[in-house]
């Protein structure tokens, strides 16, 4: 399928070599349009390197890198800037101007490249402020704010001319989990919204999968993968046990839960040893319309009601030798390998009973701390069960379980407080 | 069991055999290259920059940066001249006072700060003050990837960071020369007539006769010449701090300060007498 597509960016056996040491040994990749894709490979390996020669701040020694199938080292100066002006570039230490306040800093590519007005750059740079939750800090330097708000003021830098592709040097670098989340939650979000490519270089694995469409692996020199996450998992190659097995952990940095592929390792070692005929009982748990829950109440919260899901999934279900795995960005599954689906519906009544009473409880400070969302929202948490056996595959039982979701809890919270029913 | 000895590298037993000329010429060759190529870098780099000055929307950045070489270094040239007036109409003093000839002491006073003393102390006082920010800012921005930022969005460095600079010297060094020498003619005026007793009509009589047109003109051009210089060898020092090989980080940029000021130090004496042989 991807023979068949263009890809908006190509590079063709490039070499980049620094002095006597070869970073770049015949790179070949391609990234296609309004995707997100993730660069992954070991730290000094030369994956900010690859981005740079993007935005040609780097030129290979040897190979191309294509645009839309033209060189750019072909290009002639009205093509090179046309090229470039469609390009933003997220720095790993994001790079502010440290004497600019946050509204200057944001204003500085439609201030110096463009012929707006400066009402209509106000406009714009206010806009992408108050969608980047900075309104309050715009008008503070970036040494007066905090780590996240800097972050979150490079990708307000990055996004402010509209730009088609958008490369980020890790830009998950010393945030703390929900952060972490909240940041690549706000790059899908601004990616599916403007329809951007994106170039994510990130170690945050599993993290990044959710978000990612396809996966690059920069390995000894070379990119020894391409495609989907789904994919990379099943990818035979040290790249694979070098890179993504020692990065990922064994649970999940945000809500403590396995990672997908500590899931399917525990589904087949718990399940392969019962008898065929056995039951047991799958459920599957998710935050409605998650984009929509971080626009109305930001990143954080979103990510704040992600964690305390995952908390009170793991308390209830994993009490009774259950285990479960974030299985996408706003979605969980848990399989109870020693219980049926009449004894998971018992303990689906505990965990909404308990969820209510106090999981949602710790919403209202998520809530009401945010300030931006001055009207009441809907927060609906969904819940579906199913009943499995050994042989089935897992991702069956799992679309069952999708298939008999229903909400479980709905909270309604604002400025003001919240309420659950 | 002895061990094997290892076999000397090549290029070192190559060192031990080349002759000692051909290793001097080597070095020496090696020196004289690398100068050349920073010579020329530093060439394209303040054509390129003082370009750049006439692009839009550079006026704000000029003015910003005229306050802040030109305005916020005042006082302190201010301070300098008034001392060194004074103590030349001390020296001065004491000099013409065994020739018989105190009533010079204004010819001698103006003359030699309009045509040296003060465009050339203007010109150190400045890189001290201003020469030395402006490296360690444009330095900082390099190690922080603030340039490399500018780059990604389209804004030239060179034009955004350097020609303002550039612009803001060739307004503020000869203003600020202007007021090193008048300030240092009332210092002269304190310790030769206040203190010392010469004159006071006599003093201004001299200073406003002696000095003629083009002396006032050749301590301006100077005062042109030694801003330009200054400006592109601080910015020239911040801005390629990276390329360092003896160190790197803030150690990059405290070597790239001090280079700075060194190097303009020096180039302003040198650059001196260069235009006063063409002025004089």
Redesign the interface.
């Known amino acids: 399928m991807e023979a068949q597509r263009e890809p908006i960016i190509e590079f063709r056996k490039v070499v980049k070599s620094f002095g006597p040491r070869t970073i770049l040994d015949g790179v070949d990749l391609s990234i296609y349009e309004g995707e997100v894709t993730t660069l992954i490979g070991l730290s000094g390996t030369g994956k900010s390197v690859t981005l740079k020669h993007i935005i040609g701040m780097l030129k290979p020694d040897a190979g191309q890198i294509l645009y839309q199938g033209k060189a750019i080292d072909q290009m002639d100066k009205n093509e090179w800037n046309t090229y470039i002006g469609k390009i933003s570039y997220m720095f790993q230490n994001n790079a502010l101007f440290d004497s600019m306040t946050v509204f200057e800093n944001v204003a500085m590519p439609l201030k110096y490249t463009t012929k707006l007005s400066k009402k209509q750059i106000a406009e714009k740079v206010m806009a992408r402020i108050e969608q980047t939750e900075l309104t309050e800090v715009a008008d503070k330097y970036p040494s007066e704010i905090s780590g996240g708000m800097q972050k979150r003021t490079a990708l307000a830098r990055a996004l402010v001319t509209d730009p088609q592709i958008v490369l980020f040097d890790e830009p998950t670098t010393g945030q703390d989990p929900i952060r972490k989340n909240a940041i690549l939650g706000m790059v899908a979000q601004y990616q599916k919204r403007l329809g951007f490519t994106a170039l994510l270089i990130s170690h945050e694995i599993p993290d990044v999968f959710f978000i990612s469409n396809r996966i690059l692996g920069l390995y000894d020199k070379k990119i020894v993968f391409q495609g989907s996450p789904e994919a990379l998992a099943h990818f035979d190659h040290p790249f694979h046990d070098q890179i993504v097995s020692s990065i990922e952990g064994l649970q999940e940095e945000l809500t403590g839960l396995y990672s997908k592929r500590h899931f399917k390792v525990r589904y087949q070692t718990d399940l392969a040893k019962r008898n065929p005929d056995d039951t047991y009982a799958a459920a599957v748990f998710k935050l409605k319309d998650m984009d929509d829950v971080s626009a109305a109440l930001g990143h954080d919260a979103a990510q704040q009601i992600i964690r305390t899901l995952g908390t009170y999934i793991k308390k209830h279900f994993g009490a009774v030798g259950g285990f479960s795995s974030r299985q996408t960005i706003n979605e969980f599954g848990t399989i109870l390998p020693y219980s049926n689906v009449v004894e998971a519906e018992g303990i689906l009544s505990d965990f909404i009973h308990d969820f209510r009473e106090k999981g949602m409880r710790e919403l209202v400070d998520v809530s009401v701390a945010d300030e931006a969302s001055e009207d009441t929202y809907e927060i609906v948490i969904e819940a579906g069960l199913a009943q499995g056996k050994p042989q089935i595959e897992i991702e069956s039982v799992m679309e069952f379980a999708r298939f008999n979701q229903k909400p479980i809890a709905t909270f309604l919270c604002g400025v003001s407080g919240g309420s659950t029913r | 069991m002895a061990e094997p000895q290892s076999a000397p590298s090549a290029e070192s037993s190559d060192a031990h055999v080349r002759p000692v000329p051909i290793r001097f010429f080597d070095a020496f060759g090696g020196k004289a290259l690398r100068l050349n190529n920073s010579l020329g870098a530093f060439a394209i780099f303040f054509f390129r920059a003082f370009i750049l000055i006439f692009r839009p ?1 550079q006026i704000a950045e000029i003015v910003q940066q005229i306050y802040f070489i030109g305005a916020r270094s005042a006082q302190i040239v201010m301070l300098v001249a008034f001392f060194t007036g004074m103590v030349l109409g001390l020296q001065l003093y004491f000099v013409l006072v065994k020739f018989g000839s105190v009533g010079v002491l204004g010819t001698a006073i103006s003359l030699t700060l309009i045509r040296e003393m003060g465009p050339v102390l203007t010109a150190i006082m400045v890189t001290a003050r201003a020469g030395s920010a402006m490296t360690a800012e444009i330095g900082i ?1 390099r190690i ?3 340039i ?2 500018l ?5 030239d460095p060179l034009g ?1 960071l350097v020609s303002p600079r550039i612009a803001a010297a060739v307004v503020s060094f000869p203003i600020l020369t202007a007021f090193f020498d008048l300030v240092g003619i009332i210092g002269a005026w304190v310790s030769g007539c206040l203190l010392l007793g010469v004159n006071s009509g006599t003093y201004f009589a001299r200073v406003i006769s002696s000095p003629d047109f083009s002396d006032i003109m050749g301590g301006f051009y100077k005062s042109i010449v030694f801003g330009l210089l200054i400006v592109t060898t601080c910015c020239f020092q911040g801005f390629f701090t990276h390329m360092r090989t003896d160190s790197y980080g803030a150690k990059s940029v405290s070597l790239s300060t001090t280079s700075a000021v060194v190097i303009s130090c020096v180039m302003v004496l040198i650059s001196d007498y260069v235009v006063t042989s063409f002025i004089i």
């Open positions: 929307k921005q922080s990837e603030q490399d930022a780059q990604t969005m389209r804004i955004f």
